[in-house]
């Protein structure tokens, strides 16, 4: 079969035929992609698998205009400027050529045809503020624990946890000094120490 038999066979729905075709050009597109290897700094299988994507959009849209093998690499040109992140001479004189707007609802695979692309996009600032609310969470439930632990030891015990670790006060008298008595070890100060 001709390159445009299998394009062709492959727009019916011939998976197969998409294979065979891929067959016919490889060489065609290996040539192509060992021209762009120096210039795109890609590595030569990167730019196998990039041209035969540029196949399969070949073939899905040759419209016989033109002979497959034009219009493939054409297609391949196309795929490799994408993939070495160059941009043509249009591209270059009209920046704004595949810009696409804010507003344009963003298509398959969301509940409504309403979620435009700007609904999509994330605000630093409330992520920033999302961030502090669970921090601030963590922290809450942190301190639910911590007051529930604290909760069990005799008032003594108590003021001198909070005066110490969490209002940072110095152990000055013998109250404070007989409160904190065992909690004076190295290992459980230290425990104690990071929940200020």
Not at 37 to 47: A, K, P, R
Not at 146 to 153: F, S
Not at 163 to 171: H, N, Q, S, T
């Amino acid at each position: 079969m001709t390159n445009e038999e299998l394009a062709a066979a492959v727009q019916a729905g011939d998976r197969d035929a998409l294979l065979t075709l891929w067959e016919q050009v490889g060489r065609l597109a290996a040539q192509q992609a060992r021209r762009w290897e120096c210039v795109g700094g890609l590595e030569l299988d990167d730019l196998m698998q990039n041209a035969f994507i540029a196949t399969m959009e070949a073939a899905d849209t040759y419209d016989g205009s033109a002979a497959f093998s034009t219009w493939l690499v054409i297609h391949i040109k196309r795929e490799f400027t994408s993939a070495c992140y160059q941009r043509t001479e249009r591209q270059r004189r009209e920046p704004l050529l595949n810009a696409v707007s804010l507003s344009a609802p963003v298509g398959e695979g969301f509940d409504d045809d309403e979620t435009a692309l700007e609904d999509m996009i994330e605000d630093p600032s409330a992520a920033a503020a999302m961030e502090a609310v669970d921090e601030r969470d963590r922290l809450d439930r942190l301190h639910a624990v911590l007051m529930e632990a604290i909760d069990k030891l005799s008032p003594a015990q108590q003021e001198a946890i909070i005066g110490r670790y969490w209002k940072g006060e110095k152990v000055r008298n013998i109250h404070h000094e007989h409160a904190i008595k065992r909690l004076r070890h190295p290992m459980v100060s230290k425990k104690l120490t990071a929940y200020r």
